[in-house]
């Protein structure tokens, strides 16, 4: 009736258990894993509902790859519909995040996933230039709600 | 009649909006009570209020209205007349327009309309009015919550009271609702707007009606809530709870089935949530609606229901084997919450549509091969979980199904009843288990007759797959199995434990089973079957002990030998004569040749004492028989051998004997304690150890001594090692009241044992000290030694001669004097081992006054002081260049030995000097000697000039603070800190302090969580954070890193003026850490940035 959610009731997944890791050799060094990344992103909320990305499926362990030898991530996520306009402050906030929470030699790549999104190579684009990147993160509105859904206390 | 003036001011004060609240109310109530006594027509009242209702000002105005209403609120139960009510509802109906003055004319109308019928009622062409003014004029969503709220009841009012008059308005009527419910958030008005669709669905059944045309709509705003989900914390808070919300929810769902066509799509795909919550409320709605909407409209549905239903029972059953069932050899199973609504729908969509949903579920071919897989013999224990949950699932369904018709369930019957039979029948020949095979007849032919019989129907189809599992679940149902049938079952067990041991799981069931058997056996005093069972099971087991049969690991023969025995007082008698006899026989064997396969033995049955059974017939009230006996074998069969081969498992033999032996002396009385003591020493005096025995000892042994000493100790033998650990053994668990003979050989003895760096003798030592009485009179008439004259004699021997050449005893006599005479030091460098040897020992010994509290450990802590200070403040010790070299390697692991030995002084041990142990233990003894110890050490470290005599006085001082309770520091944190810090900055020189350094950081960290140290921390805010900084790089430990960055994130919190300086630094310093090798670390750093990135801003620039 009135226009208001892009998606308006999404489907809520559980979240899975945090699998404590076994205890490995202590005097080996722990490279960087899909799983220690997916541990920092999975709990961002969704710009649009109070869900974590896990919880709406937008974000998964597999969806993540990383070469710690080159310093690459590689992070590839499903927007919950094909039109959503939320996909590039989804991209914005994985961004910020990795940011914080990575030494700065490492690149990052973000990406929707092949098929989940209408403007797929627009997306792409715009999620994977710095430039843009930069210039979206001075758009004070921008930059409010990519701090409230890295932040955010409400899920 | 009241007067004009009398309620005149009680409408000014209700109108005039700078009055309070509780005045306001005082006004209405005054009101109320003068027009319900009629001292005050309505007509009068409403004439007085004219300007008030009519004037301009809204304020005025809204108040006024508000105050009419209000008061027809009170009014409720006062008859009014036909034509009052309708001038009133009339004027009420009109002011709906006026938005400004809109929540007086929605109570009135509010009141007027739910006014009961013998005092008179709004008629239906008003209440028609009243509905078409609502449409018209009021934009619910555009206003606040509570006059929302009054809409909404207005509107639920006039649905329910008079559906007459809204009937007519149809397709508008759906319209205002849809305008109005759209996007509510409120939890209170959407209870509301959830029960005006329930109440407006009901009023339109017709398929063709307005409310068919706009179902889908209001259907899409509806179904936007589904599954209700709550942001608020606290649902006390909002007056409504999530589950009450939801029943309003599903209410409307279920009004009509016109819902249907959107409604059950919907629910369905919520069920591919993987929320556990999602799929409980979508079962729910499902199994509620499915009636309402009738089998017409279901049956379109039937397909996917079935396969989401399989979905939950079986392709993925979510349950939970419960707790008790793990003895039954699980079973019994739990279901999760979905599995029980998903039950629930089948249940209702069986008994709405039996034919078409058994011929799904009969049909289904997983579930038919499913059923025949399991026709085959097989065996409950290696089946993994998952088949097993599915198995309990196929049962549920089937019971479901059968359960809701006769037709139903003989269908079910017909079709798996004869194949289950067979099935029975084959697992009987393979299983070549009578017993269990007499049971699963019993209950076949049981169900059987049931299903013959009609009664109880339901339940066969269920127990007949559950059959086949009952092979394993048994023991309480044994009441009316014969003795011979109960053999049967015992062997089988038996043989099966004897036989299975390589499959883990199935194994602990068996033992499992068996020792349910016997605890039930033992709670409902069975003695016959009891008899029974300790001849199959326990003499089996017994038998098992010392016998090569069967070929199973000797732990998991320890383990169901334990069990079984802790099922009761005889079978653990039994077990105990079983282990009793065989380390009589093994036990020379094991200790005199060594011979690996008895060592082993003895070892597991040691431990198996130690850890089981003596702890056992403690707690079960049984008799020190058992602990004395222990003890006496072990002595008897050191007395009669005469040489033992000493070899690797030869020591592990020792540990556990000794264990055994401290575990099997504390248990046992005084009485039995003297005993004990007094047949070891025999054994003791015995010895080799003892050539002097009859020689007489001197108060002081003479320098002649130290050397026989020196080279007696290296040529001990092990015969004689075993000896002095077993004596120390019992020393160390004997209660303080037991008198020891001979005490002053014994001291002499363990003194010597101990410069060879014999541990047990040195905690004796301490022991003994501990408990010794302290003053003449206290002591008993035979006791011939108290503890002043015990540490007479172990502080006059001249073994520790070495450090201050009778400094110790000096200080004893002369009250503390501190000269530091060096004469003897590093006489000579061979003696270096002895000397660590000597310090650990004094350092037990103080152990044990320092608990105690006594004097003597003065003297204690100034020869550690000395021997930490000695070396070089006499120049003996430069910092460099030193001509002999080799005496840095010498020194240093003496110097280290006396700081580690203030952490024996003051850490908790398990192997002696605890409660356990009957220790003598002073209330705060570590308080105390924190607070004596440490000016000590602090002048010691201003004095001190040398670099390695810093770090090893830092290396003591964190030892004393990392095991003083954190209250007895926390008042002086002021002082503790910057020396904790210097300690921290010299430690991390040498790698060797790096696990002292983690318990000092582990200490500045308790500092810094703790309140009390606030006021501290915050004074020394910059060197802690530098301090810390140099940590979190630290390369030699992980957990310092890890510690150390925590420490910092605790710091964020600090006021924001004294830490911002450092943010810069601390934010460079963190970002190398997110580099860190290890996971832990980089976690840490993330959380330490983002704390210390947010005091200032949110962004992380700097």
């Known amino acids: ?155 | 009649m009241a007067k004009p003036t009398e309620y005149v001011k009680h409408i000014e004060s209700y109108v005039d909006s700078s009055s309070s609240p509780s005045q306001q109310a005082a006004s209405v109530d005054a009101l109320a009570i003068l027009l319900r006594n009629d001292l005050l027509t309505l007509e009068a009242l409403v004439r007085e209020l004219d300007l008030y209702l009519t004037t301009t000002d809204s304020i005025i105005r809204s108040r006024g209205i508000l105050l009419l209403g209000e008061l027809l609120t009170q009014l409720e139960l006062k008859p009014l007349s036909d034509a009052a009510i309708h001038s009133l509802i009339g004027f009420l109906t009109e002011r709906l327009e006026d938005w400004r003055a809109l929540r007086g004319a929605l109570v009135g109308c509010l009141a007027l309309l739910r006014r009961k019928t013998d005092v008179g009622v709004v008629t239906e062409n008003d209440a028609e009015a009243v509905m078409k003014s609502y449409m018209q004029y009021l934009q619910v969503q555009s206003m606040g919550q509570h006059d929302r709220k009054l809409c909404f009841e207005l509107l639920e009012c006039l649905l329910e009271r008079y559906p007459n008059a809204v009937q007519p308005l149809g397709n508008e009527l759906f319209y205002s609702i849809c305008e109005g419910i759209d996007e509510e958030k409120d939890p209170q008005c959407l209870i509301l707007a959830f029960h005006i669709v329930e109440v407006a669905a009901k009023l339109f059944p017709d398929p063709s009606g307005p409310f068919a045309s706009y179902a889908a709509d209001i259907f899409e705003i509806l179904g936007r809530y589904f599954p209700i989900h709550f942001t608020h914390p606290k649902s006390e808070d909002i007056g409504v709870s999530r589950d009450e919300l939801s029943r309003a929810l599903l209410l409307a769902f279920a009004a009509t089935p016109l819902f249907e066509p959107f409604a059950i799509p919907l629910l369905l795909d919520k069920l591919s949530s993987s929320l556990p919550s999602a799929k409980v409320e979508s079962f729910k709605y499902l199994g509620y609606c499915a009636p309402m909407y009738g089998s017409d409209r279901m049956a379109k549905h039937g397909g996917a229901l079935w396969s989401s239903v399989k979905d939950v029972l079986y392709t993925s059953p979510e349950s939970a084997l419960s707790v008790e069932s793990e003895s039954d050899g699980g079973m019994i199973f739990e279901e999760s919450d979905i599995m029980v609504e998903a039950l629930i729908l089948l249940e209702g969509l069986m008994q709405q549509n039996s034919d078409l949903l058994l011929d799904m579920i009969l049909g289904d071919e997983d579930i038919n091969n499913f059923i025949c897989s399991f026709l085959k013999p097989w065996d409950i224990h290696d089946t993994p979980l998952q088949l097993r949950q599915q198995l309990h699932s196929v049962g549920r369904l089937l019971a479901v199904s059968a359960k809701s018709s006769m037709a139903s369930c003989n269908r079910v019957f017909e079709k798996f009843f004869p194949q289950m039979m067979e099935a029975l029948g084959c697992s009987v020949g393979n299983h070549s288990d009578e017993s269990f095979a007499t049971e699963d007849r019993a209950l076949s032919s049981r169900f059987n007759y049931e299903a013959v019989s009609g009664n109880a129907q339901s339940s066969f189809a269920y127990t007949g797959v559950k059959g086949l599992q009952l092979l394993a679940t048994f023991p309480r149902s044994f009441a009316p199995v014969s003795l011979l049938l109960f053999e049967n079952i015992l062997l089988k067990l038996v043989s099966a434990i004897t036989s299975n041991f390589d499959k883990k799981f199935s194994w602990g069931l068996e033992l499992k089973a068996l020792v349910e058997i016997g605890l039930y056996i033992e709670g409902y005093q069975e003695s016959e079957k009891a008899a029974t069972f300790a001849r199959i099971v326990v003499d089996k087991f017994v038998s098992w002990i010392s016998s090569d049969e069967p070929a199973m690991p000797l732990s998991l023969k320890m383990q169901a030998i334990c069990e079984t025995g802790m099922t009761g007082i005889s079978n653990m008698l039994r077990i105990v004569q079983g282990m009793e006899k065989a380390i009589s026989a093994k036990f020379t064997q094991a200790y005199v040749d060594g011979n690996f396969e008895s060592v082993e033995l003895v070892i597991k049955v040691l431990e198996c004492y130690s850890a089981r059974v003596l702890p056992w017939f403690e707690m079960n009230g049984g008799s020190e028989e058992v602990a004395w006996n222990l003890a006496a074998i072990i002595w008897d069969k050191i007395d009669n051998s005469s040489s033992v081969n000493l070899t690797v498992q030869n020591y592990e033999l020792l540990g556990a004997a000794m264990t055994a032996m401290k575990q099997a002396v504390r248990r046992c009385s005084q009485e039995s304690q003297e005993k004990i003591v007094n047949r070891a020493f025999r054994v003791l005096s015995a010895s080799t150890l003892f050539p002097l025995k009859d020689s007489p000892f001197a108060t002081s042994l003479s320098n002649s001594e130290d050397s026989y000493l020196n080279h007696h100790v290296d040529r001990v033998s092990c015969r004689d090692e075993w000896i002095i650990s077993l004596y120390a053994s019992v020393v160390i668990a004997l209660r303080p009241q037991t008198h020891v003979q001979n005490l002053k050989m014994v001291l002499q003895l363990f003194i010597m044992a101990l410069t060879k760096g014999h541990i047990p003798s040195a905690q004796a030592l301490g022991s003994l000290v501990n408990k010794l009485p302290s003053k003449t009179n206290e002591r008993h008439l035979s006791q011939e030694y108290g503890v002043e004259e015990a540490i007479d004699v172990i502080l006059t021997s001249s073994i520790w001669n070495f450090c201050q050449s009778n400094t110790l005893r000096k200080c004893s006599l002369f009250g503390g004097g501190n000269e530091i005479h060096n004469t003897k030091c590093l006489a000579g460098l061979n003696h270096t081992s002895v000397h660590i040897s000597a310090i650990v020992g004094l350092a037990w010994i103080g152990k044990g006054l320092i608990m105690r509290g006594h004097e003597g450990i003065k003297d204690i802590t100034m020869t550690f002081l000395g021997v930490l200070l000695e070396n070089t403040n006499n120049g003996d010790f430069p910092e460099s260049c030193d001509p002999i070299e080799g005496k840095e390697q010498e020194v240093i692991p003496l110097m280290k030995s006396a700081a580690d030995a203030f952490h024996i002084l003051l850490s908790d041990s398990e192997d002696c000097l605890n409660r356990n142990y009957h220790s003598v233990i002073r209330p705060l003894y570590k308080q105390r000697f924190y607070n004596s110890v440490m000016p000590l050490l602090l002048s010691s470290t201003r004095q001190s000039n040398s670099i390695i005599t810093r770090s090893m006085l830092f290396r003591s001082f964190a030892h004393v603070i990392s095991e003083t309770p954190l209250s007895a520091m926390i008042s002086e944190a002021n002082k503790l800190i910057p020396l904790l810090l210097d300690s921290l900055s010299t430690l991390t020189e040498d790698v060797m302090h790096k696990d002292v350094i983690y318990n000092v950081i582990l200490v500045l960290s308790a500092i810094l969580m703790d309140k009390n140290g606030q006021v501290a921390v915050l004074e020394n805010a910059q060197a802690i954070i530098n301090q810390l900084i140099g940590l979190a790089a630290y390369p030699h430990m992980m957990v310092i890193r890890e510690t150390a960055i925590q420490c910092l994130g605790a710091m964020s919190e600090l006021p924001y003026a004294r830490i911002y300086p450092s943010r810069t630094k601390v934010l460079q310093a963190i970002s190398k850490a997110l580099d860190d090798p290890k996971r832990a670390v980089r976690q840490e750093a993330v959380r330490c940035r983002q704390a210390w990135a947010s005091i200032a801003s949110r962004s992380l620039h700097f």
């Open chain 1, 1 to 155: 009736m009135t226009l208001g959610l892009i998606n308006a009731n999404p489907v809520v997944h559980a979240k899975k258990k945090r699998v404590a890791r076994p205890l490995d050799d202590p005097h080996a060094d722990d490279a960087v894993d899909p799983l220690e990344i997916y541990d920092y992103v999975r709990d961002i909320r969704d710009p649009e509902h109070p869900y974590s990305l896990e919880q709406l499926s937008v974000l998964s362990e597999e969806s993540i790859t990383v070469d710690e030898k080159l310093g690459r991530i590689l992070i590839t996520f499903t927007p919950t519909i094909q039109h959503c306009s939320m996909a590039t402050v989804i991209g914005l906030c994985l961004r910020e995040k990795l940011k914080d929470c990575f030494p700065a030699h490492f690149k990052v790549d973000i990406k929707v996933a092949p098929g989940s999104h209408a403007d797929e190579e627009a997306v792409n684009k715009q999620l994977n230039d710095k430039e843009r990147v930069a210039a979206a993160l001075e758009n004070p509105n921008l930059r409010q709600l990519v701090t409230e859904c890295l932040y955010s206390s409400e899920l």
